[in-house]
Each structure stands twice: as C-alpha cells, then as structure tokens.
C-alpha cells in the first residue's frame, strides 16, 4: 500500500508537552479516573473525541472573518442552506447549537408520547432526547455489530427483520421514526451500506414510516462504503454520500465531527411543514431559525467544512490513520473491535482485561490506566457510557471499549506511534491491572462527571 502523505501542510502549530508520572497520578486522582474530568493542559495526546477537535482549513478561517452577525437573515446562514441543498441535497435547514440540539427538536417535532423509535444501536444523547420526548428506543442493528471479533464490513446495517417485527409488534403507526445513524459510533464506528439504506427506505415506504438519519459521520461512512461496497469503486465519496442521504426524510447533524467545526449542528429536511415545526421550537431553545444558537462565523465555517470533509484525499488519509493505529495494535495482539472504524480505534476492554467483571468497571479502568501510563486521553465506551435502565440496574452493554478517538487533520502518525506504544504496554502488565467503583453518580448521562476510586 503507498503512503499517504497529509493532503494539506501545517500552517500553525498548538505546542503540547509530556508530563511525569507523578503529574498524571496527581491529576487523574483530581479527576476521580475519569477522563472526562481531566484538564486538557494534563493531558498530552487527546483522544478523548473526535467531537469538535478537528483542525479547521486556512479556508475556513477566512470564511469565519466573513461570517455577517446580523442577528436574523445573515448571508451565513445562506452560505450554510446553500452547502447543504449542493452537498447533501436537502432543501430545507434549521440550525442549532450542535447535534444534541438537533436531536433535541426533531425528538419534540416527531415522537407522540407512547411511540417507539427503532434505531441502529443507541446514542447517549440521542436516545436521552426520544426518552425525554416520551418515546422507547428499540435496538434493531444486525447482531454482529455487538461482536467485536464480527469481520463484517457493515456492521452498522439495519436488521431489517428485527425492524419488521417491531412493526408487526407495535403496528406502524406506533412508530414515531426509524433513526439510521450513519457510522454507528458505539458499535466501533461501523459503516452501514447503501443496499442496506435502500431497503429500510422500502420497508419506510410500505408502512408510510418516516426514515431519519444521525448524519453525524456521513463522509466517513460514505468513504466505508467507496472502498467494501460494489458499483462504488470509481464514485466521488460526494456523490456517494449525496446518494445515502436521497434515500432520507431528514437528517440530525453534528458538525463537530464530519462539518469540521468546532461547534454548531443542524436538522435538515425535506419536508416544510417538520421546517415550520422546528422553526416555532428553535426560537424558543436554539435562537432566530437563521442562527440557531451559533455566530455568523460558525455558519459559514460549518459551510466550508461541510464540503471539505466529502473530499477523497482528505478522507483516504483520515481513514488510513486510523487503521494505522489499529493495526499497529493488533499486530500486537491487543483486542480491538473489527474492522477498524472511521473515526476511532475501540479497545476491547472486556478481552483486554478479562479478569475483571463488568461491574468492575475495565473500560473506565483502562482509559484511566493509558493515561497513566502516558498522558493520552481515551475514553469510556462500556457499562458508565450505557447507564442504568428503567429499574434503576445497571445496563450491561454486550460492549465494553475503550475509544481511541482520533481528531480530524490533528495528529500526525508520529502521535499515532506513541498511543500505540502505551497501549501495548498497559498490554503487557494488564494482568497486575485492578478495577475501579463508583464514588459519585450523576442522574443522567453519568459517564461525563461520573466520579470513580481504586477497589
Ligand atoms: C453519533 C452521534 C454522536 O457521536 C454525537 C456526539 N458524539 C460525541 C460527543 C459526546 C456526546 C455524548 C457523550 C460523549 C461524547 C462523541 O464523542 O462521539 C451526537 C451528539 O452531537 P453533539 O455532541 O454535537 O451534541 C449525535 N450523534
């Protein structure tokens, strides 16, 4: 395989430095080993996200210096519509603050209290709004997408029987929306095919269901689907990606992540009458409909990136590090889950420490041991992340990761060489690795401040 060189130059820098050991004890003990909780100046490689930590292009920038702060009517808030109607070929855009946002009004615009909402395996946030909306998430994602040593290249595909028993359980008009996230972040940043879309788009059309799409890392999926998918080969990732998102009513969008931008999401639509109902409800949460909670400049560098990040060798190269570090890892025997994500490397933490039990928490443990060990910042994807259910039980997710998650045009695989390094060796004493207990539990979304101690 030929290397693949960075398709840009750096034109700024952002120092960062290494800490001692003694530094990292001190500050994961301040931060209750928890990751979230750490300060950014302790931590040396962050792969804590890919959410908002991308780096933005020389063109964005200029395009941020541009951005019209009238506060209704911007021409940014035209530049975003027009970026979505060529890109992703929606007609229709709302603006909000970021995807959370966006899942937050179209859960209030289309769930009546009572119905069910089928999706592609759960989102934290995603699955908090519909909850919030008086709907019930039903995880109808193929089975292979909870194993991790599952090879199957789409692992993020609908289960479409699954999907067809719960209309046949709860009658079609019992289901609010399908909600096909595109990749799958918990199941490892798995892609979901193009046949797989357009058979849930026949299903949605027979029962008259309105078929939804987290678009969140749409480029990343569509490029999963260029390189394993037949017919595809020859196909711009744009033109590829413009096909998925035909096949959808509307999307939710994060652009922290396939916009790459630092901030700002979106709900885009095709149908007026969803638009009107988001307008009414973003003036009261969000902002003007022109805005939504973000500057002019944030519109127009959301604009701009949207479309960077459709493009072939921006793509090849960010795909290609992160396969990078997944295979530097499983060369060395480490579990991770495969294939390879788009936007991150998931550590098995299950097999990885197989002598702990679930409700010792590995996943929380390991993100905790990796920074210790080196100051790189991973982050808890098992048992915290899935919180607790109805009853109040803990949730016991089939997957237990570690999330190696890696920011878009950040690190170079120089960076890449010395995550990989700390992993193997926390690898390679892992058996002397103890787990972790809760010390303090919020209500909701507990793995954000969730605070833990060494049993
Ligand atoms: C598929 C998908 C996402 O991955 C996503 C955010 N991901 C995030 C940010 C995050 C959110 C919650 C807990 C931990 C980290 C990620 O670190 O992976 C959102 C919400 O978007 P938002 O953060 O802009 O509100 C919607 N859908």
Redesign the pocket.
């Known amino acids: 395989m030929p290397a693949i060189a960075e398709p840009y130059r750096i034109k700024m820098v952002e120092p960062i430095t290494m800490t001692t050991r003694e530094q990292r004890e001190a500050a994961i003990r301040a931060a209750g080993y928890n990751t979230f909780l750490l300060r950014s100046e302790d931590v040396y490689i962050d792969l804590l ?3 908002g930590t991308s780096a933005m292009s020389d063109r964005q920038w200029s395009a941020m210096m541009m951005g019209d702060e009238a506060y209704a009517g911007a021409r940014s808030f035209d530049h975003l519509v027009e970026s979505v109607r060529e890109s992703y070929g929606f007609p229709y855009v709302c603006p909000t603050h ?3 946002g966006a ?1 937050h009004l179209i859960s209030r615009i289309l769930i009546t209290p009572g119905q069910h909402v089928p999706g592609n395996m759960y ?4 699955r908090v709004h519909q909850e919030l909306a008086g709907g019930t998430f039903h995880d109808v994602i193929i089975d292979e997408a909870h194993d991790p040593s599952s090879l199957h290249p789409f692992k993020g595909n609908v289960d479409l029987d699954k999907f067809q028993a719960l209309i046949d359980e709860v009658g079609a008009d019992q289901i609010a929306y399908i909600n096909v ?1 595109v990749t799958v ?1 918990m199941a490892g940043g798995q892609p979901v095919s193009m046949a797989n879309i357009r058979a849930v788009r026949e299903i949605c059309d027979r029962y008259g269901i309105i078929m939804w799409s ?1 678009a ?2 749409l480029a990343e999926n569509a490029y999963f689907i260029k390189e394993r998918e037949d017919g595809y080969a020859d196909r711009p990732v744009a033109e590829i990606a413009r096909e998925m998102l035909s096949h959808f009513d509307g999307i939710t969008m ?1 652009g ?2 396939d916009c790459l931008v630092n901030i700002g ?1 979106f709900l885009a639509m095709r149908d007026e009458a969803i638009l009107t109902k988001a307008r009414e409800l973003v003036v009261v949460f969000e902002g003007m409909p022109t805005y939504g909670g973000l500057a002019g400049r944030d519109l127009d560098a959301m604009a701009v990136g949207l479309r960077e990040a459709l493009d072939d060798d921006y793509l090849a190269h960010r795909i290609g590090q992160v396969r990078y570090l997944g295979e530097r890892l499983q060369e060395a025997g480490v579990p991770i889950v495969q294939p390879v994500g788009g936007h991150a490397v998931f550590i098995d933490a299950a097999a990885f420490l197989d002598h702990l039990p679930q409700d010792e928490l590995p996943a929380q443990t390991l993100a905790a041991e990796i920074f210790l060990d080196s100051g790189v910042r991973a ?1 808890e994807r098992g048992i915290v992340s899935a919180g607790r259910d109805a009853d109040g039980n803990h949730r016991h997710p089939k997957l237990e990761l570690v999330r190696l ?1 890696i920011p878009r045009r950040v690190y170079t695989n120089s960076h890449m060489d010395v995550v990989a390094e700390s992993v193997i060796r926390v690898f390679q004493r892992r058996k002397e690795i103890q787990g972790l207990k809760f010390v303090y539990e919020p209500p909701t ?1 507990r ?2 401040t969730s605070r833990f101690e060494p049993l």
Do not use: H
Not at 123 to 126: I, K, L
């Open positions: 996200t890919d959410s970021q995807g959370r899942e989102f934290t946030t995603t996230a972040n987290d969140t890392r994060s922290k992540k999401g982050m998650t979304l793995f954000f």
